[in-house]
């Protein structure tokens, strides 16, 4: 149950790689129509990614699970998403993000989806879609419509191995404020996370001689540990000594400096914000007004801040100064 007691919507599940995850959760689907007729939807980032949807999805548990089905998918809709039948009947759909428009206009067709899978949803790149979470809740607000509600219960289950906690989605559902790494199970509001590490799967990806070859690489400990690939850990304390003031961001409502500490190699952020101090920017767009600019106006200074913090060279005053760094240097 979610953090209200109440059935999750929304399933988490991040772990190092080979773990299964795709594999469990691909079958799910698969036995859940073969068992009781219930269609899935595959959620992809871009409409490119359509294409070979049958082999991308169902080749590897085929062998494994369905070796006597087959499974195939036709474009659909102009283009706008690819229906799936397996053994000549349909059984789901596939829809991409970033045609969360055609999606909302083909919807009363993959009105009977049952569940969605969305795959990787984070990127290893950081590569997003442009308002990729709101685009996401489009499309799930689109599917969960029809059969005669207004709103139905369908559940997605969201599956990646851990690359940031700035990925869009911890930042937007609050993951990001909580998380931590002896954290198994992390319930909120309509969703449950699992931060999972598959002991298995650790130990076979080490024992790869290529792997061997990189093993001081931080990619390794990524795919292997279950350590997110763009993190590490960024700490609440309290700095004193000399430092220069860099900039006021604003964050819900609240003015918040950033300073940079250059004998002890950190960026702080505290809620002492000097309001002579001219570079000021607003992290989202309900704080704009008069003298404040916004985000992507400053792209070098938020690349130079997520560098820091990337690399556990930031620290906060407390959770509040934390929050709104997140926000700010979210993907």
């Keep these: 149950m979610d953090s209200n007691g109440e059935k999750p919507e929304i399933f988490i599940c991040t772990s190092n790689r080979s773990a299964g995850k795709t594999t ?14 219930e269609k899935f939807c595959l959620v992809y980032r871009h409409k490119t990614d359509l294409t070979d949807v049958p ?20 474009l659909s809709g102009k ?16 829809v991409a993000l970033n045609g969360a428009d055609d999606v909302k206009r083909y919807s009363h067709l993959m009105s009977d989806t049952k569940r969605m899978l969305f795959d990787e949803f984070q990127s290893e790149t950081n590569t997003y879609c442009a308002n990729e979470v709101t685009k996401f809740i489009s499309v799930h607000q689109s599917l969960a419509r029809g059969q005669g509600k207004q709103s139905r219960y369908l559940p997605v289950y969201m599956i990646s191995n851990p690359v940031t906690i700035l990925n869009p989605y911890y930042v937007s559902m609050g993951i990001s404020m909580r998380l931590r790494p002896d954290v198994r199970f992390l319930r909120g509001d309509g969703f449950v996370m699992e931060q999972g590490y598959n002991e298995a799967a650790s130990k076979a990806q080490k024992l790869s001689a290529f792997n061997k070859a990189f093993k001081n690489e931080t990619y390794m400990a990524y795919s292997t540990e ?106």
């Design 79 to 94: 283009g706008a998403y690819t229906e799936l039948f397996l053994n000549g009947v349909s059984c789901g759909y596939a």
């Design 226 to 331: 279950s350590v997110y690939l763009n993190d590490n850990d960024a700490f609440v304390q309290k700095l004193s000594g000399r430092n220069k003031y860099v900039a006021t961001i604003k964050y819900g409502g609240v003015n918040f400096a950033i300073r940079e500490y250059p004998d002890l190699g950190f960026l702080y952020c505290d809620d002492n914000a000097d309001m002579s101090f001219p570079i000021r920017i607003v992290v989202s767009t309900e704080d704009h007004q008069i003298n404040y600019v916004m985000l992507r106006r400053n792209d070098l200074y938020i690349v130079g801040w997520r560098y820091f913090f990337e690399r556990g060279c930031f620290r906060f005053k407390d959770l509040r100064c934390k929050e709104a760094v997140l926000n700010m240097l979210s993907y």
């Design 55 to 74: 082999d991308k999805f169902f080749k590897d548990i085929q062998g494994l699970f369905f070796r006597d089905d087959v499974l195939t998918g036709k």
């Design 24 to 37: 469990f959760f691909n079958r799910l689907c698969v036995n859940a129509f073969k068992k009781r007729g």
